[in-house]
C-alpha cells in the first residue's frame, strides 16, 4: 500500500474502509499461490474499460481452476459503490481478485469456493512527462507449458520483480523482456510498442505475455485515427532501429521509452497522439 494513501476493502459482501484482512494463513492463496487479480483505473470521473477488466478477472479465476462467482456486471457495480466513498478527483487503482481456499485430497489443487475481494486505493496517475530508461534483462517470459501466463496471477509477478530489480541495479528503470525465443515480448511492467516511419508496430501475441486491455484501446484508438498497428514478431535490433518507444500499460496508460541500453529515442508525435488520444476517448465515456 502507498504511504498515506486512502484503501477501501470490499469483502463478505460489504465495504469496508481500511486495508482489512481477507486472507487466512490456511487458504489455497496464501501458501500455494493461487491467487489472480487485474487492475483498473479511475480518474476524473471515469473508470475506463472496467467491464473488460471485470471479465478479464474471471477469466483468470477460471485459469487457475478457481469458480469466479462474481458476475462481470455485478462486479462493475460493486466498484462504483465503492468509488462513492472517495473524493471525485481522486485517482484510485480498481484491483478485483480472487484466491483459492480449499485444496482437494492432493492440497494442490484448488477446489470449492473462491475467496474473493476487491481493493481500492488512493494512488495517482504519473505526470504527463514522466519517461523511462530501459535495458535488457536475462529472465524470460515463461510459456504455458511452464506457467499460466493466460491469466493475472500473482504467482507471475516474482519473476517480474526479478526483471526490475536486475534493471535497477544496471541504473535503469525497467527492462524490455525476451520470450522463449528470444524475441521481444513486452516490458518488466507493461506492453511495448514501437514506431517506424511512422508506422506502428507491437509484438504478436504468441501466449508468453498478456496482451493488455489498454494495449487493444490504444491499438483501436489508433485504427479510428487512420494508422494500422501492425503484430508481428519483433526483435531487439527493431528496438534499436526504432523512432519512438512507448508502453502501455493500466497504471500509466502510456509510458515515453527515451533509453534502451544507450540507443536513445525523443517523445515522438506518435506517442503524444496516443496519449492525446486515449484521454479523450476516455472522457467521453464520462456519464
Request: glycine fraction near 8%; charge should be negative.
Amino acid at each position: 500500500m502507498a504511504f498515506g494513501s486512502k484503501v477501501r476493502t470490499y469483502f463478505n459482501g460489504t465495504w469496508h474502509d481500511g486495508d482489512v484482512p481477507v486472507m487466512f494463513a490456511a487458504d489455497h492463496g496464501a501458501w500455494l499461490g493461487s491467487s489472480v487479480f487485474d487492475g483498473a483505473r479511475y480518474f476524473d470521473g471515469v473508470a475506463p474499460d472496467l467491464l473488460a477488466h471485470c471479465q478479464r478477472v474471471n477469466r483468470s479465476a477460471e485459469a487457475l481452476m478457481l469458480k469466479p462467482e462474481v458476475s462481470a456486471e455485478d462486479m462493475v457495480q460493486i466498484i462504483w459503490d465503492g468509488i462513492r466513498g472517495f473524493d471525485w478527483d481522486d485517482a484510485i487503482y480498481l484491483r478485483p481478485m480472487y484466491w483459492g481456499v480449499d485444496g482437494d485430497g492432493t492440497a494442490i489443487i484448488p477446489e470449492g469456493n473462491a475467496g474473493f475481494a476487491i481493493c481500492l486505493e488512493e494512488r495517482g496517475l504519473a505526470p504527463t512527462e514522466i519517461s523511462v530508461r530501459t535495458t535488457t534483462t536475462r529472465f524470460r517470459r515463461p510459456v504455458l507449458e511452464d506457467a499460466v501466463v493466460n491469466a493475472k496471477a500473482g504467482c507471475l509477478y516474482p519473476n517480474n520483480a526479478r526483471m526490475l530489480r536486475e534493471a535497477n541495479s544496471k541504473g535503469y528503470q525497467n527492462a524490455l523482456v525476451a520470450d522463449a525465443m528470444g524475441n521481444l515480448a513486452e516490458s518488466a511492467t507493461a506492453n511495448v510498442f514501437l514506431v517506424k516511419d511512422g508506422e506502428v508496430f507491437t509484438p504478436i501475441p504468441n501466449g508468453t505475455f498478456l496482451a493488455g486491455i489498454t494495449r487493444a484501446r490504444h491499438m483501436k484508438n489508433l485504427s479510428d485515427d487512420g494508422t494500422e498497428v501492425h503484430e508481428t514478431v519483433l526483435t531487439f535490433d527493431d528496438v534499436r532501429n526504432a523512432d519512438e518507444v512507448f508502453l502501455s500499460g493500466n497504471m500509466n496508460k502510456v509510458t515515453p521509452v527515451t533509453e534502451f541500453d544507450g540507443t536513445n529515442y525523443q517523445v515522438g508525435p506518435v506517442t503524444r497522439r496516443v496519449r492525446e488520444m486515449y484521454w479523450d476517448w476516455a472522457m467521453s465515456e464520462r456519464v
